[in-house]
């Protein structure tokens, strides 16, 4: 079996330019470098990414700086949902276009972030949901939404769980964990039930929890 391997090449699309490829490989690969050398960045789990399939990836909105570790340590191509807001700022606006990123509208129920994230899942890749919808949303204690378990109970996909934690130390360690895939098939439905979703939503967040150590880091 073929060792699958991280890479920005799974974000070229025919028809891109040698210049739009080549920002790819340096943005990549000095944000790689980055936190393998400042952050010591520590990977595991990634043998529980599915080797093929759509799959949703759902993890803890540690802040800013930590989130594109889980992107680019990931074996396979993962199109992230973030606020639209993000996209305000052209730097950030143009880093989002060459990963994929999907813009959404928070607030408010955004019909074409969910028709791209559909497309996504439907080409069998991966979409990328922070559950929290906010950063830090579980220290600030906020209630968590139920996109990813809508998605994943639409679609029928299944959910990679992935926990960031992160040392309380200046220019802290970041250990990532993938988790074993959670597969909610049964509960597939166009229009899930609350009490399902929130069931759903609940053993996701408690599974990210311990991927993530939270609890033993909310206690210090």
């Known amino acids: 079996m073929q060792k699958m391997k991280s890479s920005s090449k799974n974000f070229d699309k025919p028809g891109d330019s040698w210049f739009i490829k ?3 490989r340096i943005i990549w690969g000095a ?3 980055l936190y393998r050398v400042v952050y010591r960045a520590k990977i595991e789990g990634v043998e529980n990414i599915p080797e093929n399939g759509a799959f949703i990836l759902c993890g803890n909105h540690a802040d800013y700086i ?3 570790a889980i992107v680019l340590f990931c074996p396979r191509k993962v199109n992230f949902i973030a606020k639209y807001e993000l996209f ?10 060459l990963f994929d990123v999907i813009p959404v509208k928070r607030g408010k129920q955004d019909v074409d972030a969910m028709k791209k994230s559909l497309k996504v899942l439907s080409k069998e890749e991966g979409l990328g949901l922070f559950p929290e919808g906010t950063t830090r949303g579980l220290e600030k204690g906020v209630k968590v939404k139920n996109g990813a378990a809508f998605m994943a109970l639409r679609t029928g996909k ?14 802290p360690k970041i250990i990532i964990k993938y988790g074993k895939v959670l597969d909610y098939s049964q509960y597939q439905s166009k229009t899930p039930e609350k009490e399902v979703l929130d069931k759903v939503t609940e053993e996701m967040m408690n599974i990210i929890k311990n991927l993530s150590n939270f609890d033993k ?3 210090k």
């Open 22 to 24: 080549f920002q790819r």
């Open 31 to 33: 944000l790689k470098l």
């Open 158 to 171: 299944v959910i990679v769980p992935v926990g960031i934690e992160v040392t309380k130390r200046p220019f």
């Open 66 to 68: 930590k989130v594109p």
């Open 88 to 97: 305000k700022n052209p730097f950030l606006r143009h880093f989002g276009e």
């Open 217 to 219: 880091y909310e206690k």
